[in-house]
């Protein structure tokens, strides 16, 4: 891919490219924050960031796909969007019923 490639862009495709590394990069830098944060700890840790930028990526990675109208990125992105919501609900949930015990007196 020569620069020629940049110049000849229109501003929408422009856009939707700057959108797609944008996507690419938040999806990156969940693997660099679990990463980080595993190393600190010394275990395996996947810290709720991770499950953030997973969503955040995956949205944007979807935005994309859908305007490269490519039904394989398309299914991949929807499927995971689905998967990182879901962890999102199920730790705010366990963190409200955990705070929840917590009020309660003894």
Known sequence: ???DFFKNLSTEEAIML???FAGQAMFTMRFLVQWLKS???RK???PIAFWYFSLAGGATLFVYALWRQDPVFI???GTGLFIYARNLWLIHRER???AGQQAQPS
């Open 1 to 3: 891919m020569s620069l």
């Open 18 to 20: 700057v959108i797609g």
């Open 39 to 41: 190393e600190i700890s």
């Open 44 to 46: 395996s840790v996947i």
């Open 75 to 77: 299914l991949g992105q």
């Open 96 to 98: 409200r019923e955990q």
